[in-house]
């Protein structure tokens, strides 16, 4: 039996739907944690008291409506363990997630994360496609022989600019997490990519299971699909305010700030297409072409005159 505990933080907010299936998702693992940390993010359903029902080893903590970054982080804060794992609670994690987490880091004991595949999902629960297999980094990490791969700090920009990872495939150390600063509050989404881009410029190397460990649930009701534009917007301020931190770092790898580039223009002609989608052609337009002093390239130039044509 590995050595490694973990505590794993849920973020909740008016959850008590699918909260149940999260948490004993958790605590079936064949590699039990040490504790599940459910923080209430101001429900007003009966989220607490679902997960006050169970007991040890699941704690809960109750705080005013601040954001899932706010609830991820006050979870932290309070986590007895040297590793910490996450899972939303419209999120289940599969039965041997935190023991491949730490064969990876004894695989790794040098690591300064680990990430993992998972299976996006509807809800009822049919298989959509896997993360890793979607991406051209992916893909080449699931040639690599072994359960576990090695993602180099030259890897991070293609990682960041397309991660494979998830929120709740993260594994990392609690004293990594907060000296980062933990998740961003403020953003509605994209906390998430925030956190995983400043915590890659800080890193040498990760692991990564090839296996996938997680299911991410699909439904109408998250704040992606409920008003696609906003959530397009609040993207691309969450990649717009990491650029002076970026640059604040001296030695910051010329393949992270291409990656940070790359993933920035995406954002960017995201949001133009959400725009166009919406009949608000000059706000599209507006939307991409800062891209030509932010990050001249043949492709952006391409986005914009496609922008252009509508």
């Known amino acids: 039996m590995s050595t490694i505990d973990f505590s794993v933080v849920i973020a909740v907010h ?43 080893p699941v704690r809960v903590l109750r705080q005013q409506n601040r ?9 932290v804060a309070a986590a007895q363990s040297a590793w910490v794992a996450f899972l939303d609670a419209d999120d289940y994690y599969y039965p041997r997630r935190l023991e491949l987490a730490a064969l990876a880091i004894e695989r790794f004991p040098e690591a300064d994360f680990v990430t993992a595949d998972f299976d996006y999902r509807d809800e009822a629960g049919n298989l959509l496609r896997r993360s890793l297999e979607s991406t051209t980094l992916g893909r080449r990490l699931l040639q690599e022989a072994g359960p576990v791969a ?36 403020g953003f509605a989404v994209c906390e998430d990519v925030h956190f995983l881009i400043r915590l890659c410029s800080v890193s040498r190397f990760a692991g990564v299971i090839k296996a996938p460990v997680a299911a991410y649930v699909i439904h109408p009701q998250s704040a992606t699909r409920r008003d696609p534009l906003r959530a397009q917007q609040q993207t691309v301020a969450a990649w717009k305010s990491l650029k002076s931190t970026l640059k604040a770092q001296r030695r910051l790898s010329p393949a992270l700030w291409s990656g940070y580039l790359r993933g920035l223009a995406r954002a960017r002609y995201d949001l133009a297409v959400a725009l ?33 044509k509508g």
């Open 150 to 185: 090695r993602m180099q700090a030259q890897d991070f920009g293609d990682f960041i600019e397309d991660h494979f990872g998830d929120t709740h495939t993260l594994t990392l150390p609690r004293e990594t997490f907060l000296r980062l600063g933990g998740y961003p509050e």
């Open 276 to 308: 166009l989608r919406a009949g608000r052609r000059r706000e599209a337009l507006q939307a991409v072409l800062p891209l030509v002093y932010e990050a001249p390239s043949l492709p952006n130039l391409k986005r914009i005159a496609s922008v252009l």
């Open 14 to 56: 008016n959850g008590e739907r699918t909260l149940k299936r999260a948490i004993d998702s958790i605590l079936a693992q064949t590699l039990p944690p040490r504790e599940v940390i459910v923080v209430d993010d101001g429900s007003t359903d009966a989220s607490a008291e679902i997960a006050t029902g169970y007991g040890a």
């Open 67 to 75: 954001g899932a970054a706010a609830a991820r982080n006050a979870g």
